[in-house]
Nanobody
Framework: QVQLVESGGGLVQAGGSLSLSCVVS????????MGWYRQAPGKQRELVAT???????NYVDSVKGRFTISRDNAKNTAYLRMNSLKLEDTAVYYC?????????WGQGTQVTVSS
């Protein structure tokens, strides 16, 4: 059974940094695209960043230049480095992985940015 576990969320002041990790377990198959999404209270879940198995990345405009997505295929792990955090980055951050044409989600990790 494929499972994703996120970690690294927390409380940080505006302008600060956090790093998130997402570990995928329960599969011997290659993990294709991975991504980070977030959902703020009262809002829909939105794409933050994606990364292909080959390392090509894509970001939502609001985080370009501040967030960096990366992955370690040998460790089945994706990362999200978040710099210059803003109040509007506050949300639950979810990891998604595509394995054998199926999508799997983590349970989410809370990121709270305070003023």
């Amino acid at each position: 059974q494929v499972q994703l576990v996120e970690s690294g969320g927390g409380l940080v002041q505006a302008g600060g940094s956090l790093s998130l990790s997402c570990v995928v377990s329960g599969t011997m198959s290659s993990i294709n695209g991975m991504g980070w999404y977030r959902q703020a209270p009262g809002k829909q879940r939105e794409l933050v960043a994606t990364i292909t198995s080959g390392g090509m990345t894509n970001y939502v405009d609001s985080v370009k230049g501040r967030f960096t997505i990366s992955r370690d295929n040998a460790k089945n792990t994706a990362y999200l480095r978040m710099n210059s955090l803003k109040l509007e980055d506050t949300a639950v951050y979810y990891c998604k992985a595509n394995v054998l044409f199926r999508q799997y989600w983590g349970q989410g990790t809370q990121v709270t940015v305070s003023s």
